[in-house]
DNA sequence: GAGTGGTCTAGACCACACC
DNA sequence: GTGTGGTCTAGACCACTCA
């Protein structure tokens, strides 16, 4: 076959495919074809058919699986976080009516980077508790998050860590704490390979990273945390 | 060479490249070897080479142009745009000292789509005038905005885009108007071929999509926006 | 024409899942 | 063991840039 009858093969194939996903030939969950049977199928080299799976994976519509399958992703509309001074994950979910839960992935406490400790305004040698939790939508991991705060604040804290599944709620009830965003930063990257993992998601799928400093209601620092979202389940709404 | 020594060959080649960009041996704005010769440094074949390459230009690192060789991106630290009811594209970049200037690519009057009429609660029938307006950051294109006016709000606009420099600039001189933001939405992807083109970046290079309501001071729509944004480029702030 | 990146073929072995 | 996706080799031709 010529190398450009009109376009670029890997691409045609991709889009070939994503139409007969799109039309309902192949359905969500199930697998499309393996590789050697779409080789067979369009008289192409198994790398072009590497390559029009990787611009789907890239684009969220399959997800491969070594030794199984490529997977059809399901269609999800995206959660809608709402971002505001008093947002939380769990509420934000409960009130979209999404099934949702964390997880504690790890913990540790000891002195914060250079970065956490002028985000959290603490003098030297005073110490942190670091939390890494990923939170799941429909059972699907949606984001990690490393979230820190002054060991000061919450002292004990690791005594709580007992059927994590909400950290605001575990504030709220052991500390009488409701933190309040002052601030986000927000950015678009590729995730590194850790998150990718823990995400389940090829590590070339871009992600959101959603940096926020919570204050508590009077104004001082309590929890500095960086959030990875994957990006094709997320939209961040503001309003003014 | 064994397939795995103890990591990805490609991630390793990609890592070895970034650290030569890291500690200046490699400068920016210069090239990287050709693939060619990193086949050679490196004792591997020209797909794992590219590999690498495509990794690290996934990763804003690179950027490869046929027949020349592969572009080591300029390290810029990332624009901050401050989102609030208030922001303007040349006031947040005036205000970093940052040097800036917009494009008017093109424009036409029409009718909405479903989605834009909804937006700005329009009426059938009624028109919009649509632009698309592409924004350059030290000379480098950062984003593409499509945005969109009911025509009766705006009437004759087109007669003011001959030496188009700044969209809120036109809209105060000739309109007074002072459009304040309602609410946004933000998400990452992948961006169109067409998008990429503009953008001068690669179609696997992610982008974050910003999506914006602008009313009058009073409170009725006047502007729907959808930007998307080189996500290497660009940090979002929000305040509370 | 020489050199560069872009696309494609053909074939190998590895790691993993499932039977 | 068989089949799947993941990684790598070797080699070809094309499209583009520049001298």
Sequence with gaps: MKVQDEA???LQIAESIIEKIRSGEYRESEKIPSENELCRQFHVNRHVVRQAIARMTNLGWVTPVQGKGCYINRIMKPVQYVLSSQT????????????????????????????????LQLKK???????EILRYVDDTPMSVTTTVFPEAEVPGLENYFEGFHSLYGLLETYYQFRPVRSKS?????????????????????????????????????????????RSDMHRCLIEF
Aim: aromatic letters at 6%; glycine letters at 4%; proline letters at 8%.
């Design 185 to 229: 930063i927000f950015h678009a990257s590729l995730p590194f390979l850790k998150d990718a993992k823990v995400l389940r998601i090829p590590e070339s799928v871009p992600i959101v990273q959603i940096e926020s400093l919570m204050n508590h209601p009077g104004g001082s620092p309590l929890e500095y945390s960086v959030a990875r979202v």
């Design 88 to 119: 939380r994950f769990s509420e934000n979910m409960s009130n979209q009516g999404v099934p949702h839960k964390s997880k504690l992935l790890h913990w540790e406490a000891g002195l914060p980077s250079e970065e956490e400790r002028t985000h």
């Design 125 to 131: 040698n005073e110490t942190v508790y670091r939390l």
């Design 8 to 10: 670029i093969l890997h």
